[in-house]
């Protein structure tokens, strides 16, 4: 990987890292919904964006530097995962959230009246092991609507 390349990624992930406490910051403030009245309505969802965001870039950020110390970044592929990944996890943080709080993953909030520190958490956590959350949502997937032997059993019993 070229050092401009390297550079780039650096200074992406710090800036999504760091750009992700900031946006933070600014809502529980309430200066970003004061500049912009219309956050007020996806206000909830924008702090589990950002605390994804916070995680998916940490670990990247962390993976970078390990690989970097150890003179393992020479893939000129791996620029892809460096860049993409801590976007994936930023919705993937929200997806989490939301599927936790439908009731699909049987996990309960504290709720707070200030703030969801645990839903937060929660969006931080999905971040950081965006890869191991989606291996797992993969096998919620397919057993939720994998066709199995028995209902074919059944079904052919009544024809």
Not at 52 to 79: P, Q, T, V
Not at 101 to 122: M, N, V
């Amino acid at each position: 990987m070229k050092k401009s390349m390297k550079a780039f990624i650096l200074t992406y992930l710090s800036i999504l890292f760091f750009g992700s406490f900031l946006v933070l910051a600014l809502l529980r403030t309430g200066f970003a919904v004061d500049w912009f009245p219309f956050i007020k309505k996806i206000e909830i969802f924008l702090y589990y964006f950002f605390a994804g965001a916070i995680g998916g870039s940490l670990r990247h950020l962390y993976m970078f530097c390990s690989h970097y110390m150890k003179n393992k970044l020479n893939d000129y592929r791996e620029w892809v995962m460096y860049i993409f990944y801590p976007i994936f996890a930023t919705g993937t943080a929200v997806v989490a959230v939301t599927l936790i709080q439908s009731g699909i993953f049987l996990i309960e909030f504290t709720e707070f009246d200030d703030a969801p520190y645990a839903q937060i958490s929660i969006a931080f956590f999905v971040g950081f092991g965006f890869n191991r959350f989606l291996n797992r949502l993969n096998i919620v997937s397919k057993n939720l609507f994998n066709k199995n032997d028995t209902a074919k059993e059944n079904n052919s019993e009544i024809k």
